[in-house]
């Protein structure tokens, strides 16, 4: 039997540690906000012929476009975005991208004024929020029969610390991807954030709830520590084997997915991946640190 909880410091270094860089990263860069968020223009058009993305990029350049953003797509579908929603200023751009294939289509332009925008940014502030203490409150009230040897709130409190890492890390690494290589974050980050939320929590309440059926069966007496880390053993094997299964096939969406799914595929990836370390590592172990700073007090 492998003993993680007596390696939990290293594992809250490690997390602390990691944490720390996203706060500064996030601090000092921020995110490099899409146009769902700043307001803007996005078209959709179908080329009738390959164009390399640099030479649109090239060409729409000359227009002086703010946040002028390309995404490729398959069979020559290409996003365009920019700031301006001036109809002025896309009427310029479907006249260069006239000059560059006469025969493209546009299938679909979007706007997205400055007051939607900033309504986007709060509900999407507010769904992550509410997501996060939604779920602290159902676990709390779930493990409630499992008040020995330390209250149940403080399974959905261990939960909720875990999840708020998993987000912090996340949106950490897209500061740094937004700084270095210019990757914007729209409304799919939002949902990539709540489907890392749903996904951490489900491992982390397996490990829970094998803990939960450890301690009914078990005998007041016995430390509980080691019912922890019994319970971290029996589960530590089904939670790689489906975080694994997951990882994969995200790897592979990365790798050979479209661009307009890529960087969603990312966020999913990196969340994921330090969800499942949350749950086998950090979770768990604040159950344990609770405990002990309650043996301590009293």
């Keep these: 039997m492998i003993n993680i909880i007596d390696k939990r410091k ?110 986007i940014k709060k509900n999407a502030f507010l769904a992550v929020i509410l997501a996060n203490i939604g779920i602290g409150i159902f676990i709390a009230w779930a493990f409630r029969k499992v008040s020995r040897p330390i209250p149940s709130w403080q399974y959905g409190i261990g939960a909720v610390v875990a999840l708020i890492h998993d987000i912090l890390i996340t949106v950490g690494v897209f500061a740094f991807l937004g700084k270095f290589h210019g990757i914007e974050v729209g409304v799919p980050f939002i949902a990539a954030l709540l489907t890392i939320l749903g996904f951490s929590v489900h491992d982390t309440i397996v490990v829970y709830d094998r803990i939960r059926e450890n301690l009914l069966r078990s005998s007041s007496k016995e430390n509980f520590e080691e019912i922890v880390n019994k319970s971290l053993n029996e589960t530590l094997a089904r939670s790689i084997n489906t975080s694994l299964t997951v990882l994969l096939v995200l790897a592979a969406i990365v790798m050979f997915g479209g661009d307009s799914i890529r960087y969603f595929s990312v966020a999913l990836l990196v969340g994921i991946f330090f969800g499942t370390y949350s749950s086998i590592f950090v979770a768990s172990s604040l159950l344990v640190t609770s405990y002990k700073f309650k043996m301590k007090k009293f």
Excluded at 93 to 113: C, H, P, Q
């Design 10 to 119: 290293y594992f809250y270094a490690f997390s602390l540690t990691i944490t720390i860089i996203s706060l500064i990263a996030l601090s000092g860069w921020g995110l490099k906000l899409g146009k769902d968020f700043t307001g803007g223009t996005r078209m959709t058009i179908q080329l009738s012929q390959e164009i390399e993305t640099q030479k649109i990029h090239d060409g729409l350049n000359e227009l002086s476009l703010s946040e002028l953003t390309i995404q490729k797509s398959q069979n020559n579908t290409v996003i365009i975005g920019y700031a301006s929603s001036d109809e002025a200023n896309n009427e310029k751009v479907r006249e260069k991208l006239k000059s560059l294939d006469e025969n493209f289509k546009e299938i679909k332009t979007e706007f997205t004024g400055s007051s939607v925008s900033d309504q």
